[in-house]
């Protein structure tokens, strides 16, 4: 079983490309059903999906099924291959329905969302300036613990110009994906 280790603090690392990290999944030296990430060249493994997290996920998924607008697509939990050395998997990426889903970079991610529970603090303090880096142009981290959601817009090299936390309540609507894919917290709940 893999699990995570301390950092060796001053040694060298071997940083892995996501072809290195799919060979290694292909030839069974990491399980097929292993949650990583690649960041940097780094293998990240992803916390485990809760209860909450998961009831949340399905309902943006009920959803958006049947608001998205036909020029649009989104997809759940798929992988956003940024560059060689960096792979994602956010909860939800929402792109252009002329752009097929193998070839969508950070640009023509019009909206991402990551449902937090135990991953939190990652989502928070690392991805931010990974997606803004890449273009994506708006980022939502919702807590789901907390009920809250963390909208990070205008992105640039330095992470997001603007955040911004909306309560459940709050209806919150992407400003470069549809409109039609705007809901509040609250409204997950029915």
């Given at each position: 079983m893999n699990a995570p280790v301390p950092l060796a603090e001053g040694l060298p690392r071997r940083r892995f490309t996501v072809a290195d990290v799919l060979r290694m999944v292909e030839v069974g030296l990491i399980r097929d059903d292993e949650r990583l990430e690649v960041l940097d060249g780094e293998l990240v493994p992803m916390s485990p999906k809760g209860s909450r997290h998961e009831a949340i996920k399905t309902r943006i998924n009920r959803l958006w099924g049947r608001t998205c607008p036909d020029d649009a697509d989104?997809?759940?939990?798929?992988?956003?291959?940024?560059?060689?050395?960096?792979?994602?998997?956010?909860?939800?990426?929402?792109?252009?329905?002329?752009?097929?889903?193998?070839?969508?970079?950070?640009?023509?991610?019009?909206?991402?969302?990551?449902?937090?529970?135990?991953?939190?603090?990652?989502d928070l303090r690392r991805k931010p300036a990974i997606y803004a880096s890449f273009g994506v142009r708006e980022l939502w981290v919702i807590d789901a613990a907390r009920r809250v959601t963390h909208l990070h817009r205008e992105p640039g090299g330095n992470g997001y110009a603007s955040v911004e936390i909306a309560n459940a309540a709050a209806r919150m609507q992407p400003v470069h994906a549809p409109a039609a894919l705007s809901f509040s917290l609250d409204d997950l709940r029915a």
């Open positions: 989104f997809a759940q939990e798929t992988g956003l291959y940024l560059t060689k050395t960096t792979y994602l998997e956010p909860d939800f990426i929402v792109f252009p329905r002329s752009i097929a889903l193998a070839d969508v970079k950070g640009p023509d991610v019009r909206l991402a969302v990551e449902v937090a529970d135990s991953s939190l603090d990652y």
